[in-house]
C-alpha cells in the first residue's frame, strides 16, 4: 500500500515539508474551498496538483469529491449537478488524478458526540456516547417519533439526562455533532453557521419519505451516469462506509455491512464502481467482522483507512490505537499486502502532548496521526517479511 496522509489543504497548520520528515508518500485531499455541486475546474485543480507536486509529493486521493445533498434526495436540481460533478471527474483525469472517494450519507457526514474524551492514558479520542446522541435527537432536534428509534433503557437515560444538562453542555454537543465535525469537510452546516440546528431541521425534512430502497436508487442513479466517466478516464470512484454504519436520526444509511456493500458493487457492477475501505467505520458497527469483509472486497477496493474502534456494552463506541480494537489492521494489513499501489491513510489519530491546543480539525492531530502511522508503517514492514 502507498503510504498517504490527509492534508487539508495550504491553509492546514500542518506543511506538506513535515509530511516528507515523517514517511508519507501520497497526499489526500479535496479543493475545499470550492461549494459542494460546483464544478473543479482545469485550473483549480492543476495549482493544488502543482503545489503538491512542488513540495515532492503527489495527489494520489481525492477525498472527497462531495455528492450534492440534493442528489441523494433526488431533488429537482439532481441531473444538472449531476453533469457538474462529471465534468469535475473528466477534469481531475485528465490531470492524471485518479482516486476519487466520496459518500453517501444524507444530511450528515461522521459523528461523534465529543472530540475530545480523556482517555487513562492522558491522551483525548473521538467518542460516541449514545444517550448523548439520543438526547439531541429528542430534545435539541425535537425530532417528531424520535423516542421510537431508541431503546427504553435509551429514552430514559436521555429524559434523566434532559434534567442535569448544563446550557454549556448543550452548546457542545451541538457543536460537536453538526458544526465541528462537519464544517471542514464541505458538509451542510459549517463553523459560524447562526442557526446550525434549524439549517439542521430544513435538511432533515428532504428526506420525508426517503427509505433505505429509496436511497439505494438514488444512489444507483448516480453512479449510472459517473461510471461510465471513470471508466473513460482510468478512474477509481470509491464510496466511503457510513460513519457510524447503522440508521441515525430516522435517516437511512445504505453502506453499513456486507449486503450493503455488495448491493452497491453490484448495481452497476464494473470494477471503477469500488470501496473505500474504512476499518474505523465499519468496526464501530457490532455486526460487521472487519477482517471478513477487508477479504470479500479487497479486489474492489480502491483506498484504504486504517483506523480501529471499540463498541462499548452500553452501545457507544471509542476509537482505539491503531494496534488494538475491532478493527484488527494487522490482519487487515496482511489481505491489502498483495495491492502495493493501493492508497492507505492512517485515518484519525488521538490528540496527544502539543497536539492538544493547536486546534488541529477533530481526528486529524499531527503527533496523534504520526503515531499511528509510525504502527502502522511497522506493521506492514512485519508483514512483508511473512
Ligand atoms: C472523517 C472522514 C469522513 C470522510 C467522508 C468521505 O474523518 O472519515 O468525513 O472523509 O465521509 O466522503
Redesign the pocket.
Known amino acids: 500500500m502507498e503510504k498517504t496522509w490527509?492534508w487539508f489543504g495550504p491553509d492546514d497548520p500542518i506543511q506538506l515539508s513535515d509530511l516528507r520528515q515523517i514517511g508519507v508518500e501520497g497526499i489526500v485531499t479535496a479543493l475545499h474551498h470550492i461549494p459542494n455541486g460546483e464544478i473543479w475546474s482545469l485550473e483549480e485543480i492543476n495549482n493544488r496538483k502543482q503545489y503538491i507536486e512542488n513540495a515532492g509529493l503527489r495527489w494520489s486521493v481525492v477525498?472527497?469529491l462531495?455528492v450534492p445533498e440534493s442528489v441523494r434526495y433526488a431533488g429537482a436540481d439532481r441531473d444538472r449537478l449531476i453533469e457538474n460533478y462529471k465534468i469535475s471527474l473528466a477534469n481531475l483525469g485528465q490531470l492524471g488524478i485518479r482516486t476519487i472517494?466520496?459518500?453517501f450519507?444524507p444530511v450528515i457526514?461522521?459523528i461523534r458526540t465529543d472530540l475530545a474524551k480523556k482517555q487513562d492514558d492522558g491522551t483525548y479520542t473521538l467518542y460516541f456516547d449514545k444517550v448523548r446522541f439520543a438526547y439531541f435527537d429528542m430534545f435539541i432536534l425535537n425530532r417528531k417519533g424520535a423516542e421510537n428509534d431508541y431503546s427504553l433503557e435509551i429514552v430514559e437515560k436521555a429524559h434523566q439526562l434532559n434534567k442535569t444538562i448544563t446550557k454549556k453542555e448543550q452548546d457542545d454537543l451541538i457543536d460537536s455533532i453538526i458544526v465541528k465535525?462537519q464544517g471542514f469537510?464541505n458538509g451542510n452546516i459549517h463553523e459560524g453557521d447562526r442557526h446550525p440546528v434549524a439549517i439542521f431541521n430544513r435538511l432533515l425534512e428532504k428526506y420525508k419519505g426517503i427509505d433505505k430502497k429509496q436511497l439505494r436508487e438514488n444512489l444507483k442513479y448516480f453512479l449510472e451516469q459517473v461510471i461510465p466517466v471513470a471508466e473513460k478516464y482510468d478512474l477509481n470512484l470509491c464510496i466511503?462506509p457510513d460513519?457510524p454504519p447503522f440508521p441515525v436520526l430516522g435517516l437511512p444509511r445504505i453502506v453499513t455491512n456486507e449486503e450493503d456493500i455488495r448491493w452497491i458493487l453490484q448495481s452497476v457492477d464494473n470494477p471503477r464502481n469500488g470501496l473505500?475501505f474504512?476499518a474505523?467505520?465499519l468496526s464501530a458497527g457490532i455486526q460487521n467482522d472487519v477482517v471478513d469483509l477487508a477479504k470479500k472486497f479487497a479486489s474492489r477496493t480502491h483506498f484504504v483507512?486504517l483506523r480501529s474502534a471499540n463498541v462499548l456494552p452500553n452501545g457507544d463506541f471509542v476509537e482505539a490505537s491503531h494496534l488494538g480494537g475491532r478493527g484488527h489492521l494487522l490482519q487487515v494489513i496482511k489481505i491489502f499486502k498483495d495491492y502495493p499501489h493501493l492508497p492507505m491513510r492512517v485515518?484519525?489519530g488521538p490528540l496527544m502532548l502539543t497536539d492538544v491546543d493547536k486546534n488541529y480539525n477533530?481526528?486529524?492531530s499531527f503527533l496523534g496521526r504520526m503515531k499511528a502511522l509510525a504502527e502502522v508503517s511497522g506493521m506492514m514492514a512485519a508483514v512483508a517479511e511473512l
Open positions: 490527509r477525498e472527497s462531495p472517494c466520496y459518500n450519507m457526514d461522521w465535525t469537510i466511503h460513519d473505500t474504512c474505523g467505520s483507512h485515518d484519525h477533530p481526528g486529524y
